[in-house]
């Protein structure tokens, strides 16, 4: 909305047009002939004197709904509009931009960033405009005289640099090995309920994973990814890692913890990719993709002890990438002879002895329930035939995203009424079970 009440939208063609306040209504809309290309221009956010305006767009090479990015143009003199350009990093991030509004004197843009449009998370960001816009643009200094500068008020919004709302220092959450939980049995059970696992219908917790110290434990709400640490003073909150975007798959730890593994589809054509975020002394780094030998990936996987990573391909085929000098240079096939099982998401143990994989459920329809099967390493490389985990770890429903903990003593898996992870679908808890009646002697 501009200063004298003009109104700024899009029609449902993608068209932007201006409505001119006139005697108490708004009797006409005119075209604002802004020149987009390919941009999918929406949610106008004009300048109070309408002199620019800023929208959003689907980021190129996105499928239509995906993350958006904020674009600006500037109204000319003649009346003509300049060519949309993209407002850069320091405001567009692997998130949705959108819903921007200019502030009254035009220092400042507030806008949304989301991880979705529906059940998600979001928060209101501001950025001063100066060095976005030419001088001729900006409005005098000192237009709100006599008014507290509002990006004093930290505690109220975030900000674009990063520095995020003022928060009292929390107390730990619980104390002690594995969350404080007492430990668990041959029979699983759900993992820390009310601390980490909301147990009521239609939330969502999976894929949990414990460093290899025991002190830092990774998962999945919702399809964003949480950890929580384990301090001189107990365990932590936990906290969301913002810089992995929503609806990832398979959280998973590095041994050291200072990596957090993740697989995406980014673009759904190309299929499911293994993506890395690592701890800096600023925080968590954006995600990069690790790229072959993991493509193509059949969305998951799961770390050794030795930062190797156990994977499946889009064929159903298991292998491990050894981690040699800082990298994963290749792959070697796992030869488990699954026979009629169609095996996926391999959670290996730490020292590669054994592993555990979900397979459909015999007599089932592809994509329905699943169950647990365990296979283990013979000393000469060759794998046992899998077999069944058994009703004491599997359900009427499904399981899969074994995790095994550092000590070898327990799995943790995620069981589910279905894929989604959406609050308004599925519901799904972070289970765990004592492995001592599982494994050989040996083995454990």
Same mark, same amino acid.
């Given at each position: 909305m501009a200063a004298d009440n003009s109104i700024c939208f899009t029609s449902e063609r #993608?068209?932007?047009w201006v409505a001119p306040f006139v005697g108490s209504t708004w009797p006409r809309a005119i075209k604002i002939p802004v020149e987009k290309g390919s941009l999918k221009g929406c949610h106008p956010g004009i300048a109070p004197d309408e002199s620019f305006m800023v929208f959003y767009s689907i980021r190129p090479g996105a499928l239509s709904g995906t993350e958006t990015d904020l674009y600006l143009t500037l109204r000319r003199p003649d009346g003509t509009w300049t060519k949309p350009r993209n407002m850069g990093p320091r405001i567009n991030s692997g998130y949705y931009e959108f819903g921007a509004r200019i502030s009254p004197d035009k220092k400042y843009m507030f806008f949304i960033r989301s991880n979705g449009w529906g059940s998600s998370?979001? $928060?209101i960001y501001w950025v001063e405009l100066k060095e976005y816009l030419p001088e001729s643009y900006r409005s005098p200094e000192g237009i709100l005289n006599g008014h &507290?500068? %509002?990006m004093k008020k930290r505690a109220v919004m975030k900000q674009i640099t990063g520095i995020s709302s003022i928060q009292a220092p929390a107390e730990p959450i619980a104390k002690g090995p594995y969350l404080g939980q007492t430990p668990t049995g041959p029979i699983a059970q759900v993992f820390a309920p009310g601390l980490i696992c909301d147990t009521r219908p239609h939330q969502w917790e999976s894929h949990g994973h414990f460093s290899a110290d025991g002190n830092t434990f990774c998962f999945a709400r919702r399809r964003l990814v949480f950890i929580t640490e384990n301090t001189d003073q107990g365990w932590t909150t936990p906290v969301r890692i913002k810089s992995i975007p929503y609806r990832v798959w398979s959280p998973c730890l590095s041994p050291d913890a200072n990596s957090i593994y993740f697989s995406r589809r980014y673009d %759904? %054509?190309?299929?499911?990719t293994?993506?890395?975020?690592m701890r800096t002394s600023q925080g968590w780094s954006l995600p990069r993709e690790l790229g072959p030998p993991f493509n193509p990936l059949g969305a998951a996987f799961s770390v050794t002890a030795d930062n190797s990573i156990c994977f499946i391909t889009d064929r159903g085929r298991f292998w491990i990438a050894p981690f040699v000098?800082?990298?994963?240079?290749r792959a070697i096939k796992i030869p488990v002879e699954k026979g009629s099982l169609k095996g996926c998401h391999p959670g290996i143990a730490p020292d590669a002895s054994f592993m555990v994989f979900y397979s459909i459920r015999p007599g089932a329809l592809d994509g329905t329930e699943t169950d647990l099967y365990l296979t283990l390493q &013979? %000393? $000469? #490389?060759?794998w046992t035939k899998p077999r069944n985990m058994g009703p004491r770890i599997n359900s009427g429903y499904y399981e899969f995203g074994a995790r095994i903990s550092p000590d070898k003593k327990y799995m943790f898996f995620t069981r589910s009424n279905g894929w989604g992870g959406y609050s308004f679908c599925d519901t799904s808890d972070i289970y765990w079970v004592e492995l001592k009646e599982y494994?050989?002697?040996?083995? &454990?």
């Amino acid at each position: 909305m501009a200063a004298d009440n003009s109104i700024c939208f899009t029609s449902e063609r #993608g068209r932007f047009w201006v409505a001119p306040f006139v005697g108490s209504t708004w009797p006409r809309a005119i075209k604002i002939p802004v020149e987009k290309g390919s941009l999918k221009g929406c949610h106008p956010g004009i300048a109070p004197d309408e002199s620019f305006m800023v929208f959003y767009s689907i980021r190129p090479g996105a499928l239509s709904g995906t993350e958006t990015d904020l674009y600006l143009t500037l109204r000319r003199p003649d009346g003509t509009w300049t060519k949309p350009r993209n407002m850069g990093p320091r405001i567009n991030s692997g998130y949705y931009e959108f819903g921007a509004r200019i502030s009254p004197d035009k220092k400042y843009m507030f806008f949304i960033r989301s991880n979705g449009w529906g059940s998600s998370t979001s $928060d209101i960001y501001w950025v001063e405009l100066k060095e976005y816009l030419p001088e001729s643009y900006r409005s005098p200094e000192g237009i709100l005289n006599g008014h &507290r500068d %509002p990006m004093k008020k930290r505690a109220v919004m975030k900000q674009i640099t990063g520095i995020s709302s003022i928060q009292a220092p929390a107390e730990p959450i619980a104390k002690g090995p594995y969350l404080g939980q007492t430990p668990t049995g041959p029979i699983a059970q759900v993992f820390a309920p009310g601390l980490i696992c909301d147990t009521r219908p239609h939330q969502w917790e999976s894929h949990g994973h414990f460093s290899a110290d025991g002190n830092t434990f990774c998962f999945a709400r919702r399809r964003l990814v949480f950890i929580t640490e384990n301090t001189d003073q107990g365990w932590t909150t936990p906290v969301r890692i913002k810089s992995i975007p929503y609806r990832v798959w398979s959280p998973c730890l590095s041994p050291d913890a200072n990596s957090i593994y993740f697989s995406r589809r980014y673009d %759904p %054509p190309k299929g499911w990719t293994l993506h890395r975020c690592m701890r800096t002394s600023q925080g968590w780094s954006l995600p990069r993709e690790l790229g072959p030998p993991f493509n193509p990936l059949g969305a998951a996987f799961s770390v050794t002890a030795d930062n190797s990573i156990c994977f499946i391909t889009d064929r159903g085929r298991f292998w491990i990438a050894p981690f040699v000098g800082n990298t994963w240079a290749r792959a070697i096939k796992i030869p488990v002879e699954k026979g009629s099982l169609k095996g996926c998401h391999p959670g290996i143990a730490p020292d590669a002895s054994f592993m555990v994989f979900y397979s459909i459920r015999p007599g089932a329809l592809d994509g329905t329930e699943t169950d647990l099967y365990l296979t283990l390493q &013979r %000393p $000469d #490389g060759t794998w046992t035939k899998p077999r069944n985990m058994g009703p004491r770890i599997n359900s009427g429903y499904y399981e899969f995203g074994a995790r095994i903990s550092p000590d070898k003593k327990y799995m943790f898996f995620t069981r589910s009424n279905g894929w989604g992870g959406y609050s308004f679908c599925d519901t799904s808890d972070i289970y765990w079970v004592e492995l001592k009646e599982y494994l050989p002697e040996s083995y &454990r």
